[in-house]
């Protein structure tokens, strides 16, 4: 399959187990936040956002936590299954330009039976 | 759902070639954009465009044109390929209000 970015971080995780992904933002006063899953071959799939006057955001499987204090963001998946091996990005909304989003390099996801 | 479309996902060309690839979002975007992804690189603007006849200056412009002459469809255009164009493409688009951006399926773009 094709490789969205060599040498990245991975994370290998058991069927059925949780999985977190984290990720560490540039800007302090960035607002909002959007993680995106990334198959071999597809364009980035938008999962969860959340903005910053937000601790966390829950959706089917998945929560995101995001901790100002420290600029970290969280993806965290319940249950994991083979479906979720993908590249996870995290991205930004900087406040000097609300039409940029920043990316982060991606997390690699391996789930193992 | 929102549906981004790219015209290729495999793309093969010489070195000096022109190239356009087209996306077509069906949500009645205004803002559409355009990616490169590199490994080890992540995702960098190319080019978007608020509206109709309307474009901005991404990342790195340098090498690409864009057209948009219709709201759902977003060209990107290599008028003379290089092999350090040699990437992944991607279309996204969103509304205006809307921080979330929807991406098409990608084209990767070799230049030999």
């Known amino acids: 399959g094709e490789s969205v970015g060599l040498h990245l971080p991975t994370l290998s995780v058991q069927e059925g187990d949780n999985s977190i992904i984290n990720c560490a933002y540039s800007n302090s006063a960035s607002d909002y936040f959007i993680w995106y899953k990334q198959e071999s071959g597809k364009g980035p799939q938008f999962i969860i956002d959340?903005?910053?006057?937000?601790d966390k955001r829950q959706g089917q499987r998945v929560t995101v936590l995001l901790n100002k204090t420290v600029k970290h963001l969280s993806l965290q998946i319940a249950a994991t299954q083979p479906g979720d091996s993908a590249v996870y990005f995290c991205?930004?909304?900087?406040?000097?330009?609300?039409?940029?989003?920043?990316f982060g390099t991606g997390t690699r996801l391996q789930v193992f039976p | 759902d929102v549906k981004v479309t790219q015209s290729s996902r495999y793309l093969v060309k010489r070195t000096g070639e022109k190239v356009f690839l087209e996306c077509v979002q069906d949500?009645?975007?205004?803002?559409m954009f355009w990616y490169r992804q590199d490994p080890g690189l992540g995702l960098r603007l190319i080019y978007f465009?608020?509206?109709?006849?309307?474009?901005e200056k991404g990342d790195i412009p340098e090498g690409y044109s864009v057209s948009r002459e219709k709201k759902e469809r977003f060209s990107l255009i290599l008028e003379s390929t290089s092999t350090n164009q040699t990437s992944m493409y991607l279309c996204?688009?969103?509304?205006?209000?809307?921080?979330?951006?929807?991406f098409g399926p990608g084209t990767r773009l070799t230049v030999l």
């Open positions: 465009s608020y509206d109709v006849k309307m474009k």
């Open positions: 996204a688009s969103r509304t205006p209000g809307s921080d979330t951006q929807y």
């Open positions: 991205a930004e909304i900087p406040p000097y330009n609300t039409d940029k989003l920043i």
């Open positions: 959340i903005r910053s006057n937000m």
């Open positions: 949500m009645d975007h205004e803002n």
